[in-house]
């Protein structure tokens, strides 16, 4: 099954646990055993698992990639001022797949599914994909 549903970001920049949305879904799915897809529609977000217990490392992976792809020195910063973004959303890639066990998914304990907002604010469509 597929479902869909949207986040409004408010940040420029930010990270956005969205794994309540998903394991709801993963529920409603009914599935015991498969896997959960989780995909952003967009060329200038992507889609994360990493901590979300302590907010300093939501913080400090933006910096990280701050650092790692400057803003305002790209040849797409012409046409729209966003290259750093559509850069960053294609390191990290539009989507993670989480295995599911016993109807629950396989996360661990510090594991949360994050929507990277990289060129915000806007509404993000994000599509889980449960087999
Ligand atoms: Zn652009």
Known sequence: MQREFRIRTRQKRELVDITSQVA???????????????????????????????PNVCLDFLECLDKLVPHGIWRHDRVDNNAAAHIKAAMLG??????????????GTWQAIMLA???????????????
Do not use: K
């Open 24 to 54: 709801e879904i993963v529920r409603a799915s009914g599935v015991s055993e498969g896997i959960c897809h989780v995909y952003v529609a967009h060329a200038t977000a992507a889609v994360v698992i990493n901590e979300n217990d302590d």
């Open 94 to 107: 539009p989507s993670e797949s989480i295995p599911i066990h016993s109807g629950r998914l396989l996360l």
């Open 117 to 131: 907002e990289l060129d915000g604010p806007r509404e993000r469509r994000v599509i889980v994909t449960v087999q």
